[in-house]
């Protein structure tokens, strides 16, 4: 890798050149363990075959958007987090966040096997192959979903629609739950406009429960975090359809890039309240049933461009409908996936009677220009809006030297631009296919909502880039 990529300074923020390139010691102070005091080096001797990822499979990630990588981590790392959980669940210190799912990060114990899943195989430098220099893994999400209960509560199934990571689920006191509360507020139910920016009013330092804020910026311009690489591992068997696995959205990060494209260029913002985002679905509150409004490319159906629909033998939602917009990826324990931030991911349900375990990281490439970079209150690895603190008015930048909102933004249209080791494959796709998309796509306006909700159209290519 050319160091001059991420330009000339040897350190950003609490990060050396030579920790985000070759990744952490075994005493890394900001270990989960080290910093609770627990053991002062706790990173195994990074154990696991290399991992080389071909020319094959790259072509495979930029198509489909994600990539499944076998016997990624070794079963002594993945049995040893499995036990510390199975630990954690018998003393009762897990939180269901969601009926369905439970949350197994509470302890620095879970954690740290949690980290070492990642940082203590090869794992974690395969991805600085394929990525390039970031900042070490400190902590992650681990969303575990039980099987079904003795009631037939089949738990898990988040919809077919998928999400993208950094999109705000705004909180009860914000959202309205009928027309009255759209009233008091001033605003108009009936008019699309007024939906469509519903949270207009509020600021960037009003954030929901989950600590994702409104707005990113003061200046509001952007209401959606990113990241560059959204990370799964599977310390539990998900070989058997219907046993909660991840489902993604084939093909639809060359959708949501062109989507965020055309945000960017009808003036923004981009995400929720840009162009074809509404923070309020405009119909919803009309029909006096107030919700989120989603972006348009997630409102279709997968098309020929994205492989079509879905249909495989038992992949059935909690009601036992069959999911035909969303992909399992299906892992063996030990197996680990990559995919793009843009690419819409959702939860599915686990029939089985057995709980299904799995780790996940989100990681951003090295900043050198980020005075926070690798600062431990960011929690590297978990989180979704990597320039924002819990307390909204922490982080200060000098845009003049460092802006990351508006790289966010650029990234969210260029997303193949911070994968160094995908750079000759995503140029040689993209001569074949004679321009930037494997399809182009329109964004057109709709007579309904002035900002634009129509499905998107196919247009010719003719090299565009």
């Not at 002062?40 to 994600?66: M, N, V």
Request: glycine letters at 10%.
């Amino acid at each position: 890798m050319d160091r001059a990529a991420i330009g000339s300074s040897p350190v950003a923020g609490q990060v050396s050149w030579d920790l985000a390139i070759n990744g952490p010691p075994a005493d890394y102070k900001y270990f989960p363990e080290v910093r609770a005091g627990i053991n002062a080096s706790p990173l195994p001797q990074r154990i696991g075959p290399e991992i080389t990822i071909t020319d094959k499979q790259k072509t495979s990630f930029y198509h489909d958007g994600f990539l499944i990588i076998k016997h990624a981590v070794p079963l002594d790392l993945t049995r040893e987090a499995r036990v510390r959980v199975e630990g954690l669940r018998d003393r009762g210190g897990t939180t269901e966040f969601q009926r369905g799912f439970q949350f197994f990060a509470t302890s620095p114990e879970c954690q740290q096997a949690f980290v070492n899943m990642f940082e203590g195989s090869q794992l974690g430098a395969c991805l600085r192959e394929l990525i390039g220099p970031f900042s070490p893994i400190i902590a992650c999400d681990a969303h575990n979903t039980p099987g079904a209960d003795d009631s037939g509560f089949v738990g898990g199934d988040q919809g077919e629609m998928g999400h993208i990571d950094g999109m705000m689920a705004p909180p009860p006191e914000f959202y309205p739950a009928n027309r009255d509360d759209i009233i008091a507020l001033g605003k108009d139910p009936d008019d699309p406009e007024a939906m469509h920016r519903y949270m207009s009013h509020l600021n960037h330092t009003i954030q929901n429960p989950m600590g994702t804020p409104f707005y990113m910026d003061p200046e509001q311009t952007l209401t959606i975090g990113d990241f560059t690489a959204f990370v799964g591992i599977a310390f539990s068997d998900q070989t058997v359809i219907g046993s909660g696995q991840t489902g993604v959205r084939r093909g639809f990060h060359h959708d949501m890039e062109q989507f965020f494209r055309m945000q960017r260029e009808a003036g923004g913002p981009i995400g929720y309240e840009g162009p074809g985002w509404p923070r309020v679905e405009p119909i919803s509150a009309a029909h006096g049933q107030p919700h989120m409004g989603m972006p348009t490319p997630l409102l279709q159906p997968p098309g020929p461009r994205h492989g079509g629909s879905v249909h495989i033998d038992g992949w059935r939602d909690s009601r036992g409908n069959p999911y035909t917009w969303l992909t399992p990826v299906s892992l063996e324990e030990g197996d680990a996936f990559i995919a793009l931030h843009g690419l819409p991911h959702a939860g599915t349900a686990n029939h089985s009677r057995r709980t299904r375990y799995a780790a996940f990281y989100r990681v951003r490439r090295f900043r050198s220009q980020n005075p926070y970079e690798g600062d431990p209150r960011w929690m590297h690895g978990t989180r979704d809006h990597n320039d924002r603190l819990g307390d909204a008015s922490a982080a200060k930048f000098d845009y003049d030297t460092y802006n990351p909102y508006a790289m966010t933004i650029d990234h969210l249209c260029d997303m193949w631009s911070e994968w160094d080791g995908m750079q000759e494959i995503v140029n040689s796709e993209r001569d074949k296919q004679g321009g930037r998309y494997p399809v182009r796509l329109e964004f057109p306006q709709s007579e309904h909502y002035s900002l634009g909700r129509l499905r998107p159209v196919e247009k010719p290519q003719e090299g565009w880039r």
